[in-house]
């Protein structure tokens, strides 16, 4: 796609609703620009390989990622890959090959069940969505460094965190 190739300042590329696209068959033409922010939401490629291929040649300078409503990808891969990565953003999607803590990380946005939420150690502000006690209690174990908390349904109950500084909740019950 050559208006791919000619980019030289591009920081940020987004993907939404798309089910096959040229820009994933094939190799995308690698330009002279760093991605510092890439999303994909709503999305089911034919071929994910090509967009783990384009992916890899920014891991060192990816910051933000967010991936949501991406069921037939697992992107594990690529948020251990990624050297310098401070925000993620989950929502209903696949980890299923994440087994180490990814410590660059320092903001993270779920939304619950996430089977790995505690890989994220590092993490100064969380939010969270449909939190449930049991989930709040695996956080307050592993994520002792988050002073920023924000919960967004769910409940509060079991968050034990000790250095929340700034806190927020919408449509939470049990307070």
């Known amino acids: ?3 791919m190739k000619n980019q030289k300042e591009l920081k940020s590329f987004g993907m939404s609703g798309i089910y096959e696209s040229n ?24 071929e994910w390989h090509y967009l783990e291929n384009f992916l ?15 069921r ?12 310098n990565l401070k925000f993620l953003h989950l929502e209903e999607t696949l980890l299923n090959d994440l087994e180490e803590t990814i410590p660059s990380v320092v903001e993270v946005k779920v939304q619950l069940p996430m089977q790995k939420i505690n890989m994220f150690p590092n993490a100064k502000k969380l939010f969270i969505e ?23 349904f769910g409940n509060c109950e079991g968050i034990l965190m000790e250095n929340i500084t700034k806190m927020s909740f919408m449509n939470v019950g049990d307070i």
């Open 130 to 152: 449909n939190a449930t006690t049991a989930n709040n209690q695996v956080l307050s174990d592993v994520m002792k460094k988050v002073t920023d908390l924000s919960l967004k």
């Open 56 to 70: 890899a040649d920014h891991v060192d300078t990816l910051e933000r990622l967010i991936v949501e409503r991406v």
């Open 23 to 46: 820009l994933m068959y094939g190799t995308i033409p690698r330009g002279d620009f760093k991605l510092t922010e890439f999303k994909i939401c709503g999305c089911d490629l034919e």
């Open 1 to 3: 796609i050559p208006f």
């Open 72 to 83: 037939s990808w697992d992107s594990s891969n690529i948020i251990k890959s990624c050297r």
